[in-house]
């Protein structure tokens, strides 16, 4: 389940980094609104979010995970971190896309994910 479903992940997410560095598995595409809000009132030294990418390109990422949704992963992960967070990136590259990963390599830094 998508964590920022939850009404009161900025609590859950408190509780956890107070006790020790924590990572939050995401899809990155809620970050407005009140889930905006509880994102910024989360601890960017003690939280890093990990965001799901398949792909360099819309097309491939989207045939596996939904029309527009890499679109809205992206966005996500810049404004994450436009928000001070670190960003990590877990991708599933299929064989047949072997030839993704370059490009795919080369998108998250431009993006400044390492």
Not at 15 to 41: D, H, I, S
């Amino acid at each position: 389940m998508e964590p920022f479903l939850l009404p009161d992940i900025d609590e859950v997410v408190a509780v956890c980094t107070a006790v020790l560095p924590t990572t939050l598995l995401t899809n990155g595409m809620l970050f407005k609104g009140r889930r905006l809000e509880a994102l910024q009132r989360m601890d960017r030294e003690r939280l890093t979010l990990q965001i799901s990418l398949d792909s360099a390109t819309p097309e491939i990422h989207d045939a596996h995970r939904g029309r527009g949704t890499w679109a809205r992963a992206v966005a996500g992960m810049r404004l994450a971190i436009a928000e001070g967070f670190r960003v990590k990136v877990a991708a599933t590259l299929p064989p047949e896309h072997s030839d993704e990963r370059e490009p795919f390599h080369g998108l998250l830094d431009s993006l400044g994910i390492a």
